[in-house]
């Protein structure tokens, strides 16, 4: 039987790759996304195509009835949950300077990064304490950071705040579990190419032309669900807590 990745805000960008990449590596995947399928129905019939067994929920991460009731679904079809990867996740809706940000963007932001995440994490988590170990261990959860988690932006200091609060749930949650063969991980993207970053695409073809990113060239989708993979198989598992960046070298500190 395959294995089962759940992969939140897989309708496109980031999610998308990765949910493919998994899906190529034999995982049937689950995906829970706030779109609605009609819109991204090409992207799902490509999974649809390599494994008939993917399925599309649309729901909002941040609603508690949602995440349970997805989770529901997902191990009454498919009896477990091998692989949780935490990527929906929402950038401000008007980028303000820090001194002019609203209760309702830093709600929005951080309800869905960081809270909405932290209580799915917490559901697939205690279903995989219920299944038996595979090999050396029982569960995957992997967190889409940013190295926005470390990078200053006041103009979008609720999307960094959020960011760096994921960085802390995977440290507290690879601690708890690791014992019990549930481990976590983190990859943080840099500048990928998706729809999210097309408000600021001239600026960061700019920074790249410019030689800012030592790996001269953008992200994509395609670069953080190899990483994924990874993180996923056989071969990493004498580790937890920790993170890949996966920014084209822009973390590297230069003189």
């Keep these: 039987m395959n294995k089962i990745a759940i992969i939140t805000g897989g309708s496109r960008g980031i999610g998308y790759g990765i949910a493919r990449k998994l899906v190529e590596d034999g995982y049937t995947a689950a995906i829970l996304d706030i ?7 090409e992207n799902f019939d490509e999974l649809k195509a390599m494994n008939p067994d993917c399925i599309y929920y649309q729901g909002d991460i941040t609603d508690r009835k949602v995440r349970e009731d997805f989770v529901a679904l997902v191990v009454k079809r498919f009896g477990r949950i091998d692989v949780l990867v935490n990527n929906a996740g929402v950038a401000p ?5 820090i001194l002019e940000m609203t209760e309702e963007s830093f709600d929005y932001v951080v309800g869905t990064n960081l809270r909405g995440t932290m209580f799915m994490t917490q559901l697939a988590a205690n279903q995989m304490l219920c299944q038996p170990w595979e090999g050396e261990k029982r569960g995957t959860i992997i967190n889409v950071g940013s190295a926005s988690s470390t990078v200053s ?4 200091a609720e999307y960094c705040m959020s960011k760096a609060g994921l960085s802390m749930l995977t440290t507290v949650y690879a601690d708890r579990l690791a014992g019990e063969g549930i481990l976590v991980h983190e990859v943080r993207p840099g500048v990928i190419d998706t729809d999210m970053t097309k408000v600021v695409h001239d ?3 700019r920074m790249i032309e410019e030689g800012q990113f030592p790996i001269k060239r953008w992200g994509y989708p395609e670069d953080i669900g190899n990483v994924v993979s990874l993180m996923c198989s056989e071969k990493f598992v004498y580790t937890t807590g920790n993170y890949i960046d996966v920014d084209g070298g822009f973390h590297i500190r230069r003189m």
């Design 93 to 97: 809706k008007v980028r303000t300077d």
């Design 203 to 205: 600026k960061y073809s």
């Design 35 to 41: 779109n609605g399928l009609a819109a991204y129905q």
């Design 153 to 156: 932006s006041p103009n979008r």
